[in-house]
Structure formats: C-alpha cells, structure tokens
C-alpha cells in the first residue's frame, strides 16, 4: 500500500500529473490547480492511498510535477 501526499496550494496547475495519472487527478475548473482524486485534506496537504497497481502511473505523476509537490510513500 502506498500513500500520494499532494500540496495543492504550491501546484502551478501543468497538468503533468494529469497526464499520467488520468483516473488519479483532474484539473480545477475553479482555480487552475490539480485536485487529488479522493484526496483527504489536512492543512492544505491532501492524501490519498493507492495500490500497487497505481504506483507506476502515480510515480510518473510525481516525476512530472515541475514544482515536486507530490510524493509517494509506503505505508
């Protein structure tokens, strides 16, 4: 089991993580910023956890993010 922790108020909204991670995040109509799908926000931080089967998508999310605000850690 894995965990994506996302600082959403950082995010320049480049839709890198979009791109590789579709069925995980969508862009805010609202603001511009990426929204973590099924994200629990905590201070501004959202996390979500995911399975393995996410992992790869969801690390490729991470290596897209131009201002490195998503991590994914094992829990």
Do not use: T
């Not at 108020?9 to 929204?35: H, L, M, T």
């Not at 994200?39 to 993010?65: M, P, T, V, W």
């Amino acid at each position: 089991m894995f965990q994506i922790i996302f600082h959403r108020g950082k995010c320049i909204g480049c839709n890198g993580c979009v791109e590789a991670a579709p069925d995980r995040w969508r862009i805010s109509r609202k603001d511009g910023r990426c929204n973590l799908i099924e994200g629990k926000e905590k201070k501004g931080i959202y996390r979500a956890l995911i399975s393995i089967e996410e992992y790869a998508q969801n690390f490729q999310a991470a290596n897209n993010c131009p201002v490195r605000i998503i991590q994914i850690a094992r829990i």
